[in-house]
T-cell receptor, first 115, second 114 residues
Framework: DAKTTQPTSMDCAEGRAANLPCNHSTISGNEYVYWYRQIHSQGPQYIIHGLKNNETNEMASLIITEDRKSSTLILPHATLRDTAVYYCIVRVGSLLGGGADGLTFGKGTHLIIQP | EAGVTQFPSHSVIEKGQTVTLRCDPISGHDNLYWYRRVMGKEIKFLLHFVKESKQDESGMPNNRFLAERTGGTYSTLKVQPAELEDSGVYFC????????????FGQGTRLTVV
């Protein structure tokens, strides 16, 4: 079973920041928060991951609360191509390697970018 | 750099027949994973190879499914005999090191059993 809770769907206007929340209140100390997305008819795509510090890369930013019980994925300037199902996944791992491997996908959030 | 490639992209077979799906991981990636999404359900992990060895096959649904990775390069997933409930999209992913978050997924094979 997925250890995360996400809204079923969200809308965002094109060009605005999309903020996708995720609750993971039972997260353990050695578990990371990962985000993947699946654009229609494509395979899942890695976005970002983090442990406790906020992270940023070329795709998105990840904000993790101090108690690590929730996080927010931020797409700073959403485009129509960002319409997809976004998955927040919690699993044991590390920045470099090690830990359990199989990803547990939940239902995700269907993000719809409106023109 | 070529990504993860899967063959075929679509397959339609009759119940009771055999189908073999193939996955070519990114060159140099020792870790290879199979997932599937059955219609209306979530994406589920099937199994994980490290080179040619099965590291974790806890997600394989039953003994009608056989995965191989001879030589530690490409992998095949055979379904024999196929049942109606096997219909879905089968994804393959690869990663460079075990446990690394960034797994690269293929486009998937859509299997329809009629």
């Amino acid at each position: 079973d997925a250890k995360t809770t996400q809204p079923t769907s969200m809308d965002c206007a094109e060009g605005r920041a999309a903020n996708l929340p995720c609750n993971h209140s039972t997260i353990s100390g050695n578990e990371y928060v990962y985000w993947y997305r699946q654009i229609h008819s494509q395979g899942p795509q890695y976005i970002i991951h983090g442990l406790k510090n906020n992270e940023t890369n070329e795709m998105a930013s990840l904000i993790i609360t101090e108690d690590r019980k929730s996080s927010t994925l931020i797409l700073p300037h959403a485009t129509l191509r960002d319409t997809a199902v976004y998955y927040c996944i919690v699993r044991v791992g590390s920045l470099l390697g090690g830990g359990a491997d199989g990803l547990t996908f939940g239902k995700g959030t269907h993000l719809i970018i409106q023109p | 750099e070529a990504g993860v490639t899967q063959f075929p992209s679509h397959s339609v077979i009759e119940k009771g027949q055999t189908v073999t799906l193939r996955c070519d991981p990114i060159s140099g990636h020792d870790n290879l994973y199979w997932y599937r999404r059955v219609m209306g359900k979530e994406i589920k992990f099937l199994l994980h190879f490290v080179k040619e060895s099965k590291q974790d096959e806890s997600g394989m649904p039953n003994n009608r499914f056989l995965a191989e990775r001879t030589g530690g390069t490409y992998s095949t997933l055979k379904v024999q005999p196929a049942e109606l409930e096997d219909s879905g999209v089968y994804f393959c992913a690869s990663s460079q090191a075990q446990g690394v978050a960034r797994a690269f997924f293929g486009q998937g094979t859509r299997l329809t059993v009629v």
